[in-house]
C-alpha cells in the first residue's frame, strides 16, 4: 500500500494505491477527510478497509505533492555510510550524527530547488531513505524498534556546503526552503521489505552519481531509532532521514556543485523517484548585512 498527497480534480488530497501503475483513489472519494499524514496514520486501519472495498477508476497520473504534511519534527542523520565517511575525510562516528531539518523545507517529487546565489554558491544532492514515524515512541529497543514504522520514502537532503563549513551546526545550511524534497509517496512498512536491502542511487542531468545500498549503513534503521527515542518522543507523522551513500558533489575531486538548470533524480528500489530541477531563487537579493552590538 502507498500513501500520497496529490492535486485531484476537485483539489489537493491524500490518496491510496495498493501498488505501483494502480490509480489512486482519494480519501475523499473514500468519505474521509484528512489534511495532515499524522492524521492519515491514525486512521489507517479505516483507511485500508475502505480503499479494500472500494470501486471506481480512480486517478491516473496525477501531479503528486510532498506526503508529509505538518511533522513535528525532520530528524537527519550525517556520516551513515562508510564509503561516505571516507569521501568526506571525515572520522568515524561513535555514534550517529544528528541535526534537524524543518518542516519548512519540505518540497515536494517534482518541485523546483531554489537556490540564492547570494546565500551560497555550493549546493549538493544527498539521496536518503526517509523513514515515516506511524505512533508515538519513546525508549525503544532493537526487539520492537521497527514497530513504530508506518513506511519509508525517498529524500533528497539538499545542502548548502560552503555555509556547512562555515557555520557552527548544520541545521541552517540545510534547512533552506524546498531543501527537503520527500515522496513521491510513502509505502507502508509491511509493502516495502527490510529497509536495510534497499539500492539506493542519485543521478544529475542523467550522470549516475551514487549507486549504493542501504544494507551499507553505519547504524541500521533500528539503531537510529532506539538511539533517538532515547531522547525524544517519537510521533506519528515525524520523518528521520538515514544519512547518504557515496558520491555527493563535494566528494569528487574537483567538487561538482548543482547548478540552475541541473535535473537532480533520487531513487531506491520500489519506493520510486524523486525529480527535481535546480533553479535561481525568484526572491534572491543582497541579504542585509548582520552586525554584532557592542555591549
Same mark, same amino acid.
Not at 514497530?147 to 548548502?160: H, K, L, R, T
Not at 507502508?188 to 542519485?202: E, F, K, N, W, Y
Given at each position: 500500500?502507498?500513501?500520497?498527497?496529490?492535486?485531484?480534480?476537485? *483539489?489537493?488530497?491524500?490518496?491510496?494505491?495498493?501498488?505501483?501503475?494502480?490509480?489512486?483513489?482519494?480519501?475523499?472519494?473514500?468519505?474521509?477527510?484528512?489534511?495532515?499524514?499524522?492524521?492519515?496514520?491514525?486512521?489507517?486501519?479505516?483507511?485500508?478497509?475502505?480503499?479494500?472495498r472500494?470501486?471506481?477508476?480512480?486517478?491516473?497520473?496525477?501531479?503528486?505533492l510532498?506526503?508529509?504534511?505538518?511533522?513535528?519534527?525532520?530528524?537527519?542523520?550525517?556520516?551513515?555510510?562508510?564509503?561516505?565517511?571516507?569521501?568526506?575525510?571525515?572520522?568515524?562516528?561513535?555514534?550517529?550524527?544528528?541535526?534537524?531539518?524543518?518542516?519548512?523545507?519540505?518540497? $515536494?517529487?517534482?518541485?523546483?530547488?531554489?537556490?540564492?546565489?547570494?546565500?551560497?554558491?555550493?549546493?549538493?544532492?544527498?539521496?536518503?531513505?526517509a523513514?515515516?514515524?506511524?505512533?508515538e515512541?519513546?525508549r525503544?529497543?532493537?526487539?520492537?524498534?521497527?514497530?513504530?514504522?508506518?513506511?519509508y520514502?525517498?529524500?533528497n537532503?539538499?545542502?548548502?556546503?560552503?555555509?556547512?563549513?562555515?557555520?557552527?551546526?548544520?541545521?541552517?545550511?540545510?534547512?533552506?526552503?524546498?531543501?527537503?524534497?520527500?515522496?513521491?509517496?510513502?509505502?507502508?512498512?509491511?509493502?516495502?521489505?527490510?529497509?536495510?536491502?534497499?539500492?539506493? $542511487?542519485?543521478?544529475?542531468?542523467?550522470e549516475?552519481?551514487?549507486?549504493?545500498?542501504?544494507?551499507?549503513?553505519l547504524?541500521?534503521?533500528?539503531?537510529?531509532?532506539?538511539?533517538?527515542?532515547?531522547?525524544?518522543t517519537?510521533?506519528? *507523522?515525524?520523518?528521520?532521514?538515514?544519512?547518504?551513500?557515496p558520491?555527493?558533489?563535494?566528494?569528487h575531486?574537483?567538487?561538482?556543485?548543482?547548478k540552475?538548470?541541473?535535473?537532480?533524480?533520487?531513487?531506491?528500489? *520500489?519506493?520510486?523517484e524523486?525529480?527535481?530541477?535546480?533553479?535561481?531563487?525568484? *526572491?534572491?537579493?543582497?541579504?542585509?548585512?548582520?552586525?554584532?552590538?557592542?555591549?
Amino acid at each position: 500500500m502507498q500513501l500520497a498527497r496529490i492535486k485531484a480534480t476537485a *483539489g489537493v488530497d491524500f490518496a491510496v494505491r495498493g501498488k505501483n501503475d494502480e490509480p489512486w483513489t482519494c480519501l475523499t472519494d473514500l468519505g474521509m477527510d484528512v489534511s495532515r499524514t499524522a492524521e492519515a496514520i491514525s486512521r489507517w486501519s479505516d483507511i485500508d478497509e475502505a480503499y479494500t472495498r472500494s470501486v471506481g477508476a480512480g486517478v491516473t497520473d496525477p501531479e503528486l505533492l510532498c506526503p508529509v504534511v505538518s511533522p513535528s519534527k525532520i530528524v537527519a542523520i550525517g556520516l551513515n555510510y562508510m564509503d561516505h565517511i571516507r569521501e568526506t575525510n571525515s572520522p568515524v562516528p561513535e555514534q550517529p550524527v544528528v541535526f534537524a531539518k524543518y518542516p519548512s523545507s519540505l518540497n $515536494s517529487p517534482r518541485g523546483p530547488i531554489l537556490v540564492d546565489p547570494h546565500l551560497t554558491e555550493q549546493v549538493d544532492y544527498e539521496v536518503e531513505l526517509a523513514v515515516v514515524i506511524g505512533t508515538e515512541a519513546r525508549r525503544l529497543t532493537r526487539d520492537n524498534a521497527l514497530d513504530c514504522v508506518f513506511g519509508y520514502a525517498i529524500a533528497n537532503d539538499v545542502s548548502a556546503r560552503d555555509l556547512q563549513r562555515r557555520d557552527s551546526q548544520l541545521s541552517r545550511s540545510k534547512g533552506f526552503d524546498t531543501f527537503c524534497p520527500i515522496g513521491p509517496w510513502i509505502t507502508v512498512a509491511d509493502s516495502a521489505g527490510s529497509p536495510q536491502d534497499l539500492r539506493i $542511487s542519485s543521478w544529475v542531468n542523467g550522470e549516475t552519481r551514487q549507486d549504493s545500498s542501504t544494507d551499507q549503513m553505519l547504524f541500521t534503521v533500528a539503531d537510529l531509532l532506539v538511539h533517538l527515542s532515547a531522547s525524544m518522543t517519537l510521533e506519528a *507523522g515525524d520523518v528521520i532521514l538515514t544519512g547518504t551513500p557515496p558520491g555527493v558533489g563535494v566528494g569528487h575531486e574537483p567538487p561538482m556543485f548543482l547548478k540552475d538548470g541541473d535535473v537532480v533524480r533520487c531513487e531506491i528500489a *520500489g519506493l520510486g523517484e524523486l525529480r527535481n530541477t535546480i533553479r535561481t531563487d525568484p *526572491g534572491a537579493r543582497l541579504p542585509e548585512t548582520v552586525l554584532r552590538q557592542s555591549i
